[in-house]
């Protein structure tokens, strides 16, 4: 099944100023063929960039919000796509998707919902 | 970076009657022959999906009733004949310049 699965559960809670790793399980497609992105919404708003890496690894991406403090890494013999997330801020609080980065092949993770509050 | 403008914020539409939403960027969306212009759906409770890629392509398993249109910085989604189905929220972005951007978004409901 094509499937793009966000792990570390649906809903994580973490003080602010802490770090977190989430990670996206692809399963069904050729993974390295894709660059990834993911992407995210706070609770009652739109969608938001946060990141983009090549299919190979070889660039990176990231908005201004998460540059320095977020890294987007995969491995590609795993099929999985990673995002490190430090020095974590209450105006992180999102929904993490991560998504191919195609407009020929658009597939999106559910989402995990990392809540940033003290 | 490149600011999307989407107008109306939300409708409210009959089943059988047709609906559009409007996408302005604050930039030309047009480089190399593409125009990068996309428009996504994202259904209640669930994650995004494409609808309509490089201003005008319907992605795979897209209605026919789903029609984009436009260039340069305006650009429109038509819905033809609004199923319940349509419900949720329509975005445009654009993937011209880094950083990607995203409209606000159009609530669509039935009525």
């Known amino acids: 099944q094509v499937q793009l699965v966000e792990s570390g559960g649906r809903v994580v809670q973490v003080r602010p100023g802490t770090s977190l790793r989430i990670s996206c399980a692809a399963a069904?497609?050729?993974?390295?063929?894709?660059?990834m992105q993911w992407v995210r919404q706070a609770p009652g708003k739109g969608l938001e960039w946060v990141a983009v890496i090549w299919y190979d690894g070889s660039k990176k991406y990231y908005s201004e919000s998460v540059k320095g403090r977020f890294t987007v890494s995969r491995d590609n013999s795993k099929s999985a796509l990673y995002l490190q997330m430090n020095s974590l801020r209450v105006e992180d609080t999102a929904v993490y998707y991560c998504?191919?980065?195609?407009?020929?092949?658009?597939?999106w993770g559910r989402g995990t919902l990392v809540t940033v509050s003290s | 970076e490149i600011v999307m403008t989407q107008t109306p914020l939300s409708l409210s539409v009959t089943p059988g009657q047709p609906a559009s939403i409007s996408c302005k960027s604050s930039q030309n969306l047009h480089s190399a022959g593409k125009t990068y212009l996309y428009w996504y759906l994202q259904k209640p409770g669930q994650s995004p999906q494409l609808l309509i890629y490089e201003v005008s392509n319907r992605f795979s398993g897209v209605p026919d009733r789903f029609i984009g249109s436009g260039s340069g910085t305006d650009f429109t989604l038509k819905i033809s004949r609004v199923e319940a189905e349509d419900v949720g929220v329509y975005y445009c972005?654009?993937?011209?310049?880094?950083?990607?951007?995203f409209g606000g978004g159009t609530k669509v409901e039935i009525k």
């Open positions: 998504a191919t980065s195609s407009s020929t092949f658009d597939l």
């Open positions: 069904g497609f050729t993974f390295s063929s894709y660059g």
């Open positions: 972005g654009q993937s011209i310049q880094l950083p990607p951007t």
